[in-house]
């Protein structure tokens, strides 16, 4: 074991690529959720196709978290320099949200074959559309508000992420209380739910950027108001 991790230690870079797997990471979580939304909101898609790719990419999504977190483990007993720990202590973190994102966004794809139907062409489908495309707006900005460490720009996203957060609670609470058939009703709560999980984790993953490492996950009103003065 000791060798594996001194193999490991020893690499060009290490930091630089774990930080390199978890971009590659993000973007393949990104590519799976648009695919999955593909499969859901769009008629006549070869969903049995699309839930094949959507698997593999989650699969490889998979391999890279445990890839990560067995580099972070040799980095932590080896490194002495604390800034090291404490990045490796956020990605330690930050891995799990990003393969939770694989798993939601495979949900996503599935609602169809479980038993959902198509979404309905009124105002509560056209906001579930509308939550798709904020969702997938967040996903376009979070790998490089990350990787740069952008505390103005996560500040804003996590504010807009939570609104759309809300917007998905609301929109299960109308649905709840319509005429639809199960079909219906299955697809647009499991979608809100669902969309509402990967804007959460999405969320989780900009935490990093702005939040001290004991409360990554949290949203501390304070601290948000406080990097959006430091900006003006």
Known sequence: ?????????????????????????????????????????????????????????????????????KQ?????????????????????SLVKDVERLGDYAKNVAEIRSEGGGP??????????????????????SVNKVFATSDARAASVLIQDGREVNRRCDDLITRVAGSSYDAATTTTMVLAARYYKRIESHLLNVLSGVVMPLHKLD??????????EGDDD
Do not use: W
């Open 119 to 140: 979404l309905p062409d009124d105002e509560h489908g056209a906001e579930m559309r509308s939550i798709r495309d904020a969702v997938e707006a967040t996903y376009g």
């Open 1 to 69: 074991m000791l060798k594996e991790l001194l193999s490991l230690f020893r690499a060009d870079d290490p930091m630089a690529r774990m930080a390199a797997d978890f971009s590659k990471m993000l973007d393949l979580s990104r590519d799976l959720t648009v695919r999955a939304g593909h499969v859901l909101f769009v008629e006549g898609t070869s969903e049995a196709a699309e839930l094949k790719e959507i698997s593999k990419s989650d699969v490889e999504i998979n391999k890279l978290e445990r890839g990560i977190r």
């Open 218 to 227: 949290y949203y501390d009103e304070d601290v948000l108001t406080a990097v």
């Open 72 to 92: 972070l483990i040799a980095r932590l007993i080896l490194t002495r320099d604390q800034g090291d720990v404490t990045y490796c202590l956020l990605l330690m």
